[in-house]
T-cell receptor, first 112, second 117 residues
Framework: GESVGLHLPTLSVQEGDNSIINCAYSNSASDYFIWYKQESGKGPQFIID?????DKRQGQRVTVLLNKTVKHLSLQIAATQPGDSAVYFCADSTGTASKLTFGTGTRLQVTL | GAVVSQHPSRVICKSGTSVKIECRSLDFQATTMFWYRQFPKKSLMLMATSNEGSKATYEQGVEKDKFLINHASLTLSTLTVTSAHPEDSSFYIC?????????????FGPGTRLTVL
């Protein structure tokens, strides 16, 4: 079946370093992608999104890169802070359908 | 803006009882809400899509008679876990779409942790 998955289950980075979280998706028809951050015991929090007609989008300290050729999505966090420690999920959707398919998640651990 | 609340945040119940979870969009109207289930250290699994004024659309493998969904207004959807059993223990999360903001962006509630004894 269609799925969105992540390469690394856990990523440990030092405070101040840049983080890169990767995601591979399988549905070639997906045209909208979102990154969510989930802290323990809380609901997912929107970070950044990108549509398939773009290959890069920047937010505050975050950048999402989309490579449709290899169906790969990444989230870059600049100057990672302890508050960035959480589980990060990528999700995708297709066309006018609202529903999102979530990846397996990557835990980001920020060390001091 | 775009705040979604859930109530209760935690519930513990005995096996065989029914539990109702509420999902509210506080500052926008949500014609579509979604219910997810999440097991520990796992991803979110979509259970059903709830549309205001119509029947919910359930994902494959989700029992509609077990998980009753009602979306009676533009700001409220409820999920009732009927005759709950220990295997229903999970973290239930709802989300809502704000059509005015964007095509597919969903805003999530804080989740409800259900423990069935």
């Amino acid at each position: 079946g269609e799925s969105v998955g992540l390469h690394l289950p856990t990523l440990s980075v030092q405070e101040g370093d840049n983080s890169i979280i990767n995601c591979a998706y399988s549905n070639s028809a997906s045209d909208y992608f979102i990154w969510y951050k989930q802290e323990s015991g809380k609901g997912p929090q929107f970070i950044i999104d990108i549509r398939s007609n773009m290959d890069k989008r920047q937010g505050q300290r975050v950048t999402v890169l989309l490579n449709k050729t290899v169906k790969h999505l990444s989230l870059q966090i600049a100057a990672t802070q302890p508050g960035d420690s959480a589980v990060y999920f990528c999700a995708d959707s297709t066309g006018t359908a609202s529903k999102l398919t979530f990846g397996t998640g990557t835990r980001l651990q920020v060390t001091l | 803006g775009a705040v979604v609340s859930q109530h209760p945040s935690r519930v513990i119940c005995k096996s065989g009882t029914s539990v109702k979870i509420e999902c509210r969009s506080l500052d926008f109207q949500a014609t579509t809400m979604f219910w997810y289930r999440q097991f520990p250290k796992k991803s979110l699994m979509l259970m059903a899509t709830s549309n205001e004024g119509s029947k919910a659309t359930y994902e494959q493998g989700v029992e509609k008679d077990k998980f009753l969904i009602n979306h009676a207004s533009l700001t409220l959807s409820t999920l009732t876990v009927t005759s709950a059993h220990p295997e229903d223990s999970s973290f239930y999360i709802c989300s809502a779409r704000d059509w005015n903001r964007g095509r597919n962006e969903q805003f999530f509630g804080p989740g409800t942790r259900l423990t069935v004894l």
